[in-house]
Every structure is written in structure tokens, then in C-alpha cells.
């Protein structure tokens, strides 16, 4: 489904000049700056790809924390690095976060004194002023890049669901994200949003949130080139990812005049992989005159969207 593939980056324009006289050709080869697309590259290639799980790490405690951080590291976790896609735990009695005996159970069904930490990091694209709504019932606390004090907080001991924000300016990139949680009794919640540059207030989605198995950021594409094969008549295209994730293949495009591109040939990816991985292909049949080359990489995923 294409909403689901990120047709991106990756815009490296090439072009061929083709010369023929009579019996010989020259052919040159040469990156083309046109129609911006080189700007666009830089930008892909600037971000960081990064080599994860999506989603956060959650550990779950038997007890509340009392809005002490040092809980966490003083309590040994019921519940160990669980994968958490987002947090959005609307508000319930019934055990919406399915922490099951490590909660005390007061009433049937309705877990009470439960803490967990989610811990990740999260993707910035685009730099500038973020604000982030923390949403909980109990206590939470949002840090970010291990500062000493939270963005956002609902500090305090049992309160019905409610939202504190605090805003803060991130560089593009990736930012360390924790969240201190705590159930104290009655019902229980905690949603985690954020609005930034050019971006209305939304639940912090799945694909910008990797937990801690992040192994590797870097950018994925090394080069691509494009080189004329004279005895042939043909161009012979090769490219190298240093990294890929969730990479289902690549395309190759192709255009006489750097506008109007249509696919040429495709090849599969190298689904994730921190190995740098090397390929080629052939154009069996150039246009005269010039040739532009556009490679995108396709990706099924929830990945960043780069652009
Ligand atoms: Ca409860
Ligand atoms: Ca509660």
C-alpha cells in the first residue's frame, strides 16, 4: 500500500552526455545540481538512520514511586524491557496496561500501586520549539536528553486524569526520552503528545520513538554513481548503503530532461542491516543526448520520514 511506502531520498541526479560520430562515442558522466533535488540529498543524508526497535522499553514495578526518580534504580523491575509502541494508555480501571499481578489489587480488575519507567529516544526531523503534553493519572514526569529537571510533569500523589505541557527547543536528531509513571489507586492513565514546528498537536506516533537496542546511526547511502560504458553503449549504475532499515528495495529512475522521471529497473533491499552493502545495475538502453538517474530507497515500515 503506497501510504505505507516512504518513496524518499536519496536524489542523487546524474547525467550522461552522449556524443556520436560516426563509428565512435564519447560518453561523460557528471553530477548534475538541477531542479533542487541535490539540496533534498543533503537534507536525507544529514538525519540519522537509525538501526532499532521502534517504540520505547518499559519497566514495570511493583509499588508507586511517590515522585521519586530514585525508585526506579532503587526497586528491582517486575517487568523488564517490554516494548511499548507508544503511550497512549487512555484512562480505565481495567489493567490497560497489562501489568497483571505486579499490580495490588484492591477491587477485582482494577489494578492500583504500580510505577514504570518507559525509556527510548526520540526523532526529531525538523528543528525547533516542541511542546509536549503529558496526560496521566498518577504521577508522571517527561525528561528528555537526561536533563536534571522534567519538560513536563504531573507531579502530586492520586489526582483524576489530567494534562501538564511544557515546551522545550530540540535540535534535529535524536533526543534521549524517559517517563516516570505511577499508579496510586482508582483508575489509571498516562498518554504522552507533542506539537512542534509546523506540526499540530499529535500522539507522539510509533515511527520517531526507538528504545534502547538503538545500534547504529548513520547515514545509509554512500554514494551513486552513474558510469558510461563506451563499448556497450551502456551505463552501468552502482550505489552503496552504509546502513539500511526495513529496506525493501530500491528503484532506479530514469529521465531525458530532469523533470519527468519513469521507473527503469528495481532491486530488492537489504531489510535491516548495519553492514554496508554494495549494488549495481544496467541500463541496457540510454536515450541520446542526456540521461538522469534518480535512486529511491522504498521502505515498508514507521520509519522517520525524511524529506
Ligand atoms: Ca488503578
Ligand atoms: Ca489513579
New binding site residues.
Given amino acids: 500500500m503506497i501510504p505505507f511506502i516512504l518513496l524518499m531520498l536519496f536524489t542523487y541526479m546524474l547525467r550522461r552526455v552522449f556524443r556520436s560520430a560516426r563509428g565512435s562515442s564519447r560518453v561523460g558522466t557528471c553530477l548534475a545540481a538541477v531542479l533542487g533535488l541535490v539540496s533534498a540529498v543533503a537534507q536525507a543524508q544529514s538525519l540519522p538512520v537509525v538501526v532499532g526497535s521502534p517504540g520505547l522499553s518499559a519497566s514495570y514495578y511493583r509499588g508507586y514511586f511517590y515522585d521519586q526518580a530514585s525508585f526506579f534504580t532503587a526497586t528491582a523491575p517486575a517487568i523488564v524491557n517490554r516494548p511499548v509502541e507508544q503511550l497512549n494508555f487512555a484512562e480505565a480501571e481495567n489493567d490497560n496496561f497489562q501489568v497483571g499481578n505486579v499490580a495490588t489489587y484492591y477491587e477485582p480488575n482494577k489494578p ?1 500501586e504500580f510505577s514504570a519507567r518507559f525509556q527510548g529516544q526520540l526523532c526529531v526531523t525538523t528543528a525547533g520549539d516542541y511542546t509536549f503534553y503529558l496526560g496521566s ?2 504521577a508522571a514526569y517527561v525528561w528528555l536528553d537526561n536533563g536534571a529537571q522534567p519538560v513536563a510533569f504531573n507531579k502530586g500523589d ?3 486524569y489530567r494534562e501538564m505541557q511544557g515546551t522545550c527547543t530540540l535540535a534535529a536528531g535524536l533526543h534521549t526520552l524517559r517517563v516516570d509513571y505511577g ?7 498516562l498518554v504522552l503528545e507533542y506539537s512542534g514546528p509546523n506540526m499540530p498537536k499529535q500522539l507522539i506516533p510509533n515511527g520517531v520513538l526507538y528504545n534502547q537496542n538503538v545500534v547504529a546511526i548513520r547515514p545509509t547511502l554512500m554514494h551513486f554513481d552513474a558510469a558510461a560504458l563506451a563499448t556497450s553503449q551502456q551505463v552501468a549504475l552502482s550505489w552503496k548503503t552504509a546502513a539500511e532499515e526495513n529496506s525493501t528495495g530500491f528503484v532506479i529512475q530514469k529521465s531525458t530532461d530532469g523533470k519527468a522521471f519513469t521507473d527503469l529497473l528495481r532491486q530488492p533491499g537489504g531489510a535491516t542491516s548495519t553492514e554496508a552493502r554494495s549494488y549495481d545495475a544496467i541500463d541496457p538502453q540510454p536515450a541520446t543526448g542526456w540521461n538522469y538517474y534518480r535512486l529511491q530507497q522504498l521502505r515498508s515500515d514507521r520509519a522517520p520520514v525524511y524529506s
Fill in positions: 492500583d493519572d498518577d492520586s489526582f483524576p499508579e496510586h489507586g482508582g483508575s489509571q492513565g
